[in-house]
């Protein structure tokens, strides 16, 4: 009996899934028309089952597909690099292989040459700048996965390396204000190995990065250099950092443009500059609700929160802090062991 | 005239043809991608995921076995990854997913036991976004192995044979979880909707 009821549960939950035989189907419709008892199980599996049809998730984003393509073809040409040298150095070798040319065909073989170059070089150089904008949004959601992470370990607070009250995150701000880099925060995120690596801190945009080499990274308060992040984090320093942002700010991205080489820059407009990261055409950002967008200006979101700023504030000497949750504000990561760091905190 | 099988495109890819690969990545990225939400619970790890998996079916095209089928194939490079994901994230997460089924709640006991005392639908009285985000968090909670085979046999309507493909286990272990997995649904959804109306 019991196996009998096993058998008419599992038929049952084959008919509300759409899967079951003909033969079963037609024998399972004459027990439901002749048997009460069959139906009302039949009915309950129905309202069992119900509720997983208003599970809807989110599309996929629009652009999911080139982003697949554009990765394959970023893999296939670092896979290819190595035997197209291995080509290159085999077609030098043989004697006779290009036995006196005539002019005429030399001339000819450079015009080919100029005319690939004239078509293709500029097509080249926008794929290449688009891989890497989309590598770097890849960074940004690497990151991402170690961020929800170390949230959902420590209630919903983004990852904080401590600090005292009126430290400052540009280093030489003043002698009586000591200086802590904000880099010391994300590093958490690789420290405690949460996910994110040290290759994902380095836009590939970036032509000074340089990935930091991750052992002892679990001894380090930081990373070591200031080219070993690439990204600028949310500020954390300061009076009264403000843990619990709301999901749609910003909590990292491309380097504020107004903090060049560790210094405020006052002749840069924060309210039309982009990041120097990607050709000056924008920004990625990542967003605490962990999606990672290039924009084109520096602003985002309903509100137009601009990431380079606290409110409008224009001038920083390296001690302000945003007063609301919902005003991000990303400033560089500068660690301390860095001898650019260690000489302008010196002055 | 017929769209091409994905064997077909795979083999076409194969023999140089780079368009038919675009075909296969346009034909399941967004299906991939939903698979992978619904089980990691994250857009980003989706996000990630589906180009993980195909760069994997990129680099071993020349690998794959003609008898089988292609799409449980690429389902069972994104489930690999996405349960790669999973397992870094529990390790550090000590949730009680640990709340490892019995050999009896393995058999579907609570399935059919839900089956025979199952009263009227709980949740009449809640919005469509309320009951939406219960379901959410009630499959989220449920263990991976239950989870994945619930969203591949009702979200995506894998064939047993195709979902034992996917996660590697005989067809009776595949429809043993699928009962434990309703039934898991059925006992934490009905006790979620009545702590809710009770707030």
Redesign the interface.
């Known amino acids: 009996m019991g196996s009998m ?2 058998n008419l ?2 038929l ?2 084959d008919l509300h ?3 079951v035989s003909d033969e079963d189907r037609a024998w399972l419709e004459a027990e439901l028309a002749r048997d009460d008892a069959v139906r009302e ?1 039949s009915d ?2 129905g ?6 049809d ?8 629009g652009n ?2 080139d ?3 554009m ?2 073809q970023e ?2 040409v670092a896979s290819n690099r190595g035997s197209e040298l291995h080509l290159a150095s085999g077609a030098e070798g043989g004697p006779g292989f290009f036995p006196f040319p005539r002019m005429r065909n030399v001339i000819a073989a450079a015009a080919c040459v100029l005319l690939m170059v004239g078509v293709f070089v500029p097509g080249i150089s926008e794929l290449r700048y688009r891989s890497r904008r989309a590598a770097c949004a ?1 960074n940004l ?2 990151i ?2 170690g961020l ?2 170390y949230r ?2 420590y209630a919903g607070v983004v990852p904080f390396a401590g600090g005292a009250d009126g430290n400052s995150w540009l280093p030489g701000c003043s002698k009586e204000t000591p200086f802590a880099s904000n880099s010391r925060h994300p590093y958490l995120l690789v420290k405690l190995e ?2 994110p690596e040290m290759k994902h801190f380095v836009c590939p945009s970036d032509a000074h990065g340089a990935v930091m080499d991750s052992a002892g990274a679990s001894r380090r308060g930081d990373f070591a250099l200031a080219k070993n992040v690439s990204y600028d984090a949310r500020n954390l320093s300061g009076g009264s950092p403000i843990l619990r942002p709301v999901k749609t700010t910003a909590y990292i991205g491309d380097r504020n443009p107004l903090f060049v080489n560790a210094k405020f820059n006052e002749s840069v407009d924060p309210t039309t500059t982009n990041s120097p990261a990607h050709r000056r055409r924008g920004q990625t950002i990542l967003m605490l609700d ?3 967008e290039f924009h084109n200006a520096p602003v985002y979101g309903p509100d137009g929160d601009n990431p380079w700023m606290i409110g409008q504030l224009t001038r920083y000497t390296g001690t302000e802090s945003q007063m609301r949750a919902d005003d991000a504000f990303l400033v560089p990561g500068l660690p301390v062991s860095d001898p650019d760091v260690i000489n302008k905190m010196a002055r | 005239m017929d769209a091409p099988t994905d064997e077909t495109l795979l083999k076409e890819y194969l023999a140089g043809k780079t368009g038919s690969f675009e075909l296969l990545v346009r034909r399941y990225a967004q299906e991939l991608h939903q698979f992978v939400l619904r089980f990691t619970g994250d857009s980003t790890t989706a996000e990630d995921v589906v180009q993980e998996a195909f760069l994997q079916v990129h680099t071993s095209a020349d690998r794959f076995d003609p008898t089988r089928r292609f799409k449980p194939w690429l389902f069972t490079i994104a489930a690999n990854k996405a349960r790669d994901y999973l397992r870094k994230r529990t390790r550090r997460r000590e949730v009680a997913f640990d709340a490892k089924l019995s050999e009896d709640d393995e058999s579907g006991s609570r399935f059919v036991h839900l089956l025979e005392n199952a009263g009227d639908s709980p949740d009449e009285a809640l919005g469509l976004e309320e009951q939406r985000r219960a379901v959410r968090g009630v499959v989220e909670e449920m263990p991976d192995n239950l989870r994945e085979v619930l969203i591949l046999a009702y979200y995506h309507r894998f064939a047993y044979k195709d979902i034992a493909d996917v996660i590697g286990v005989p067809l009776g272990t595949v429809k043993s979880r699928l009962h434990s997995a309703v039934g898991w649904f059925g006992e934490k959804y009905r006790a979620d909707v009545t702590a809710r109306e009770a707030e």
Do not use: F
């Not at chain 1, 208003?54 to 984003?61: E, G, L, R």
């Open positions: 009821k096993r549960n599992e049952l939950l899934l759409d899967r199980k309950r599996m309202r069992l089952l119900q509720p997983l208003h599970w809807n998730v989110a599309p996929a984003p999911l597909t982003k697949v393509l990765r394959i893999e296939s890849n959601g690497s991402y996965r929800s992470t959902e370990s949460l996910g962990g999606t990672a």
